[in-house]
């Protein structure tokens, strides 16, 4: 078995019932606009069902880590995570 190359960033965002009242179509729309603008190509969006903290929503997990309540200007800071865990 073999590590993926070109994936090396996973961004699962929850689109369930709860995460969509808390607005994460807007929130999944601009972080995709966003990394096509930063052209970051090692990186993947992944729509999840719900995640079970719909009250803490929207709920995204970048590499791993959970986030809560997360939105549009959190985008730098969220991106910047994947900077970092880069090297
Ligand atoms: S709807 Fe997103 S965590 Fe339940």
């Given at each position: 078995m073999k590590p993926a190359q070109t994936q090396k960033h996973h961004i699962f965002i929850c689109t369930g019932k709860d995460c969509k009242k808390n607005g994460c179509e807007g929130l999944k729309s601009d972080l995709k606009q966003s990394l096509k603008n930063r052209n970051i190509k090692t990186a993947r969006l992944i729509k999840t069902k719900c995640m079970d903290y719909c009250k803490l929503g929207p709920n995204l997990v970048v590499n791993g880590e959970l986030l809560h309540?997360?939105?549009?200007?959190d985008i730098p800071a969220i991106l910047e995570r994947l900077e970092i865990q880069k090297s």
């Open positions: 309540d997360c939105k549009s200007e």
